[in-house]
Nanobody, 125 residues
Framework: QVQLVESGGGLVQAGDSLRLSCAASGRTFSSYTMGWFRQTPGLEREFVAV????????YYADSVKGRFTISRDNAKNTVYLQMNSLKPEDTAVYYCAAHRGYSGRYYDTREYDYWGQGTQVTVSS
């Protein structure tokens, strides 16, 4: 069992930075692949970034590559999403997600077992 709670969202201006946090409860946190997704009203939830349980492999959506960085601290049961050079099109509710073990389809929401409640990120121009 894993429970996820996101925090760190807010209202910022274009070009600013934010760091989102995802606090996880669960004694097997380090064995989970952790991902970040985002969703705007009326649109499908989309993949943003993922980090493998080992912490050694990360993957990013093309839209955020070079601007966002995902990391994890297994000792703190926390996953982070550092977001730099934010753009208005980054505005969305950001969700932390987890799935057990390995999946080759890490970008697919259907692969994930647990989801947080989301945190709102709004970027003004």
């Amino acid at each position: 069992q894993v429970q996820l709670v996101e925090s760190g969202g807010g209202l910022v201006q274009a070009g600013d930075s934010l760091r989102l946090s995802c606090a996880a409860s669960g004694r097997t946190f380090s064995s989970y692949t952790m991902g970040w997704f985002r969703q705007t009203p009326g649109l499908e939830r989309e993949f943003v970034a993922v980090i493998r349980w080992s912490g050694g492999s990360t993957y990013y959506a093309d839209s955020v590559k070079g601007r966002f960085t995902i990391s994890r601290d297994n000792a703190k049961n926390t996953v982070y999403l550092q977001m730099n050079s934010l753009k208005p099109e980054d505005t969305a509710v950001y969700y932390c997600a987890a799935h057990r073990g390995y999946s080759g389809r890490y970008y697919d929401t259907r692969e994930y077992d647990y989801w947080g409640q989301g945190t709102q990120v709004t970027v003004s121009s």
